[in-house]
């Protein structure tokens, strides 16, 4: 999306605007707080959850068919939209960060009583030669202190990644908040507490092509150049991941991402792997982003991105498709890197009951954790929103997350 010198005004696709209003009667947590989380006002997601209750006969006032008719016989007022709610933060337990002294305290109690320092030690997390210190002298020493902080600071960035953090990112993330220290120190810490990151498991060959006569004639635009850009909506990339398992049958995920900023930008999920649910995944990227003439969108060589139907969906919204090379899924890195993220921080960790349950679950992963905190080692260890917001203000796009 080209300069226009102010924020674009944000438009959400229908499909969006059901699962916020899911995500809402789901989570049972407050509009507010989900308007945070999404970044979206909160006038305008309580606004969508009245239309839903309307539509569903729970609510007096016009139903979307009413007011898709009203807009045809006048233009409609855009409300101004109201500032932010707030939040307010989780409790960090009864122990306060860097009170140390009364864990110290706890577990002296635990060892008069003739139990297991050790085990009191791991329970509290804290260190074993920290306690030892404290028991010796009375205080422990400088160093060990900032090691309590530390290591707490560290746990919260742990828990508010959902334990998917490993060294590198957590690292970042404290370069991010302004604490200096190196990498091992921060190993060893996590080693203490028994943190680790999630790592990703061996994956399976899901892209089936077409037979080499009915193969397109579209070359690679992209040549495995997938480093972030300065402008926006210029290089799209997309893939289908096998199913994700469900009590119910499998699900399956179309994604488009722009790899200027690795934002998922538009996805959409069914029971099957037809042309269709890729069209519906781009259809949402192209309403929320709008992009110029001249989008380059780079997949792989499946049958679905390789069909006559979606090259000519393509060519009519003014896309130019770019395909992989046969048997090279690394010219599609982008794309299988995401979907590597989602299984092992997300899918792999819990079974899931419904297929409902999973889409639920993977529309908040994009919407609320990967594309607006998760830290993108590419781009310098920044979220996508935050390389769209900061690193790309001022330059060729004005598009705000």
């Not at 119910?248 to 959409?268: K, N």
Request: charged content about 25%; some cysteine; aromatic content about 8%.
């Amino acid at each position: 999306m080209e300069a226009t010198g102010s924020r674009q005004r944000r438009v959400f696709a229908p499909e969006y605007k059901a699962e916020v209003v899911e995500l809402c009667r789901s989570s049972g947590r407050a509009v507010g707080q989900v308007a945070h989380d999404l970044d979206v006002s909160e006038t305008v997601v309580r606004r969508w959850v009245n239309q839903a209750e309307t539509d569903a006969g729970h609510r007096v006032g016009l139903t979307t068919t009413e007011r898709e008719e009203l807009t045809r016989l006048r233009k409609p007022k855009v409300p101004r939209p109201a500032g932010r709610a707030g939040h307010f933060e989780a409790s960090d337990g009864f122990f306060r960060t860097g009170d140390a002294m009364t864990r110290y305290r706890c577990i002296a109690a635990e060892k008069a009583a003739a139990r297991a320092v050790t085990r009191a030690c791991a329970v509290l997390k804290v260190s074993r030669s920290a306690y030892c210190q404290w028991d010796t002298f009375g205080l422990p020493s400088g160093r060990m202190r900032q090691d309590v902080a530390l290591g707490e600071r560290i746990a919260r960035i742990h828990r508010e990644s959902r334990g998917t953090y490993g060294v590198p990112r957590v690292h970042g993330q404290l370069r991010h908040e302004g604490i200096a220290c190196g990498k091992q120190r921060v190993a060893r810490l996590m080693a203490v507490r028994g943190l680790v990151g999630r790592c990703k498991r061996r994956g399976k060959q899901t892209t089936i092509a077409l037979r080499p006569a009915a193969q397109p004639v579209a070359t690679d635009l992209v040549q495995r150049d997938f480093t972030p850009a300065l402008i926006l909506n210029r290089v799209w990339v997309g893939d289908i991941t096998f199913g994700l398992r469900t009590w119910e049958g499998w699900c399956y995920l179309a994604t488009v991402i722009d790899l200027a900023s690795r934002r998922v930008v538009g996805f959409a999920m069914a029971d099957h792997m037809r042309t269709s649910l890729v069209y519906e995944a781009l259809t949402m990227a192209t309403t929320t982003r709008r992009p110029a003439l001249g989008l380059v969108f780079h997949a792989d060589r499946g049958s679905q991105d390789t069909s006559r139907e979606f090259s000519q969906m393509l060519k009519a919204r003014g896309i130019v498709q770019s395909l992989s090379r046969p048997r090279q899924c690394w010219d599609n890195a982008v794309a299988e890197s995401f979907f590597a993220t989602l299984k092992t921080e997300l899918i792999y960790r819990q079974s899931w009951p419904t297929r409902t349950a999973v889409r639920r679950a993977v529309f908040e992963f994009i919407e609320v954790f990967y594309n607006r905190r998760r830290l993108h080692s590419s781009l310098g260890y920044c979220s996508p929103a935050e390389y769209e917001g900061v690193r790309l203000r001022g330059g060729s796009t004005a598009f705000a997350a």
